[in-house]
Each structure stands twice: as C-alpha cells, then as structure tokens.
C-alpha cells in the first residue's frame, strides 16, 4: 500500500486554509499545519512555529512531501500605516525565508514549495490592459509585497524544489466572508457599485481555487506563475448588479463616491476602486476545467 502524502500548510487558521484541508483529507492526503497559536500546537499534527523569532517544531518536517505556504497578514483588515504596511510585507516574506532555511538546514525532500501570492503583483489600477502571467510586477505596495513573497518562494529552486505561486484573485463562494461583505448591504436594499464601478474585479471560487492548489501538487509540469482567477471579467457594479438580481434585491442606487471610502479607508481604498482584467492563461494552457467559470453560478 503506497505512503500517504504529507503536505505541510502555513496559515493554518484561514479562510482557504479551511476549505484546502477539507479537500486533501478527502483525497487522501496527510495534513499537517503550522500555527502561531502555542495553544493549538497540542492538536494532532498541529506545530508551533514563529518566524520572528526563527523558533519552530523540527518534526514538523519529518516526511513532508509539499509545502503550501499561505501565511500572511490580512491586506484587507486596519488601515495601511507605515507600520501595518511592514508587517504585511514580513508575514510573508520573512515566514517564506525562514522556511526555506529550515528546509535548507534539514534538508527536507521536498516535492514542491507551494505559495500563495496574489493578483495584486499587477498593481491597484484599472486599465484596458488584460494581464496574464508574463506581466511585470507593478510598482505600487501591493505589487511589491507580491514580488518580494514570490521572490522567497523562488528561493527554493536553488536547492531543486519545484516552486508554484498561486495569485489568487477575490475567493468568492456562499460561505466566503468577501461575499457575505458584499452581500450585507443588498440584502438591506442598499447595494450600489463603489467608485466608478468600472473597476474589474478578478475573482475565484473556493472549490476551484482548492484544485488549481491540488493540482499543483499532483502536476509535476506545474511551476512557476499561475494566475487563480475565473476566465470572467466582470466589473464591479455587474458583480454588484448580479449579486441583486440573484438575490431579487433592487438596484438603483447610485454609486458609493470615491472620496467616502478613501476618508474611510485612507490608501486601502484602492483595493476597493481599482482593478483591472487578469487572463489565467497558464490555467487554461493546461486544460484546467472550471466548476464555476461564471458569477451567477455562486449562489445557488
């Protein structure tokens, strides 16, 4: 009977984090997390890591096959000071570099280094450009954060490791908490579209973002950019106008103005005002098959 295959996940207490280790049980994987909660390290195959100060379980490593590294501090949560924009930037650069000294200095056979990144790498901004894979980053906070995380995880070739970044776009789905933001105001007949409402809005469901994950396991081909978005484009207001109509909820507000959510939101507001379309080119190249290439198809 063949060994279970090991994979190891960071951000063990997220959102995707939940659902991917729902999805590799089921299929058969071994699952094991690292946590920064000292009190959820006496949970079965749970460790104890802090990357600031470099301290970590060893057996954590012990015959780990994969490593997908989702760790990071929520983008979307305070607003954007100098000091929460450094810390944005260490939770997941500096974890991705202690990991790889880690497995450099155990010397872990690993099968593959798996990270998270983000369709952020192109930038807050709305253009007629559609970006795909072979785009540079953009020099803006968001676009350097993901250079930078995409950087460490790149590390990990020097030692032979087949390296995969996962940028990922809005996760979307009926339990998603994005969505459930999104929802809050429809559901109260007060939705309308933010800014212009021309902004694009790439997205993806969960379901389908834990495949492109599991695939990148099982697919050696896989390396490199990926970029986890549904071949949709939709702007924000059609997001916001097809949401309404699914729920049989009006929709005739006019658009929430831009200078509310920047007094609101300070600089974080271009999370909200800006985006632009994102091709999944290397996904579709390799025949990846969507459960829900299309919003509508959420709520259901």
Known sequence: MAKKKTVLITGSSGYISGHLQQKLKAKGYKVRTLTTNMLNSNVEDCFYWNPET????????????????LAGTNIGSGRWTKKRKQLIINSRVNSARFLFNKVQLYKVPLKAFISASATGYYGTVTSDTIFDEEAPAAHDFLGNVCQQWENEADRFKELGIRSVK????????????????????????????LGSGKQYMPWIHIDDLCEIYLK?????????????????HITNKELMKTLSKKLKKPFWLPSTPAFVLRILFGEKALLLLKGSRVKPKKLMEAGFEYRFPEVRQILL
């Open 216 to 232: 990148a396991i099982e697919d050696k081909t896989f390396t490199g950019a990926y970029n986890a978005v549904a071949p949709q």
């Open 166 to 193: 996962i940028r990922t776009g809005i996760v979307l789905s009926n339990d998603s908490p994005t969505l459930k933001k999104m929802l809050l105001p429809i559901k109260l007949c007060i939705g309308s579209p």
């Open 54 to 69: 470099e301290d970590i379980n060893r057996k954590a490593f012990d015959s780990v096959d994969y490593i997908i590294h």
